[in-house]
């Protein structure tokens, strides 16, 4: 059995993994999900989290619990702060999970990789919020294919608990260095597009999958829904986890 670690992507805390984390302990797996720093619940504001304060708690939460072979999931956004633990503590990671993610090259920031309309908006709504903050409106008929599979008690539940992003972890540039993580067996659960087209990615060095590419060990698998698979198939999501583990 596998100490597993779960990494939330934006907007959520360590609850958005519930019902994955509740299947793979029954399994027999070690499972710890996180709450990374600017997600906690009574947050009220994003000051001095950034990319390096969120992955500088995870190798604390890893290293605190002194965990080793560790299977270290992250979805989406949490992959940042994944890759550069992963960077920081390679030799207790065994495996690193990205769901619906991947890593990117030093000095590439999330930010980068979104259309420059999409990174003025989210811009302007942080700086008129004022906290350093930016929000998702979980709007099924403005986000159709993200939102797949989501029933309207996930999406309820996702409105009432899900917390504005600090927009400083999306503006910073990933900070990864050691040849060691690139040893480390990576595998990507691809949700939103078909394994193949994935491959295909890889091969082409788009800026999500260079790092993914670079890997000495990589695996594609294939979970066919929407980008937030722990409510939508979170039985198959945890089955994945666990065959990835063992």
């Given at each position: 059995m596998?100490n597993?670690?779960l990494?939330?992507g934006?907007?959520l805390?360590a609850?958005?993994?519930?019902r994955v984390?509740?299947?793979?302990?029954?399994?027999?797996?070690e499972?710890v999900a996180?709450t990374?720093?600017?997600?906690?619940?009574?947050?009220?504001?994003?000051?001095?989290?950034?990319l390096?304060?969120q992955s500088?708690?995870?190798v604390d939460e890893?290293?605190?619990?002194?965990?080793?072979d560790?299977?270290l999931?992250?979805?989406?956004g949490?992959?940042?702060a994944?890759?550069?633990a992963l960077d920081?503590?390679?030799?207790?990671i065994?495996?690193?999970?990205y769901?619906?993610a991947?890593p990117?090259a030093?000095?590439i920031s999330?930010?980068?990789?979104?259309?420059p309309?999409?990174r003025?908006?989210?811009?302007?709504?942080?700086?008129a919020?004022?906290?350093?903050r930016y929000?998702y409106?979980?709007?099924p008929?403005a986000d159709?294919?993200?939102?797949?599979?989501?029933?309207d008690?996930?999406?309820?539940e996702?409105?009432a608990?899900?917390m504005p992003?600090?927009?400083?972890?999306?503006a910073?540039?990933?900070?990864v260095?050691?040849?060691?993580?690139l040893?480390v067996?990576?595998?990507l659960i691809?949700?939103?597009f078909?394994?193949?087209?994935?491959?295909a990615?890889?091969?082409?060095?788009?800026?999500?999958?260079?790092?993914?590419?670079?890997?000495?060990?990589r695996t594609?698998?294939?979970l066919?829904t929407?980008h937030?698979?722990?409510?939508?198939?979170?039985?198959?999501?945890?089955?994945l986890l666990?065959?990835i583990?063992g």
């Amino acid at each position: 059995m596998a100490n597993i670690v779960l990494v939330p992507g934006y907007w959520l805390g360590a609850w958005a993994w519930d019902r994955v984390a509740e299947p793979l302990r029954a399994a027999g797996h070690e499972v710890v999900a996180v709450t990374l720093p600017g997600l906690e619940p009574d947050r009220t504001d994003g000051a001095g989290v950034d990319l390096a304060a969120q992955s500088r708690a995870l190798v604390d939460e890893i290293t605190t619990r002194d965990l080793t072979d560790v299977v270290l999931a992250a979805h989406s956004g949490g992959a940042f702060a994944a890759y550069e633990a992963l960077d920081r503590i390679p030799e207790r990671i065994a495996r690193i999970v990205y769901v619906d993610a991947g890593p990117v090259a030093a000095g590439i920031s999330f930010a980068d990789l979104q259309e420059p309309e999409e990174r003025a908006r989210i811009e302007a709504e942080v700086a008129a919020r004022g906290d350093g903050r930016y929000v998702y409106p979980w709007d099924p008929a403005a986000d159709p294919v993200m939102l797949d599979g989501l029933s309207d008690t996930d999406l309820a539940e996702l409105r009432a608990r899900a917390m504005p992003q600090p927009y400083a972890v999306a503006a910073s540039p990933q900070q990864v260095a050691d040849p060691a993580r690139l040893r480390v067996p990576a595998h990507l659960i691809t949700c939103l597009f078909p394994a193949e087209q994935v491959e295909a990615m890889t091969a082409a060095g788009h800026p999500f999958m260079a790092e993914f590419a670079a890997a000495e060990q990589r695996t594609v698998h294939s979970l066919p829904t929407g980008h937030w698979p722990m409510f939508s198939r979170p039985k198959d999501l945890a089955e994945l986890l666990s065959d990835i583990a063992g």
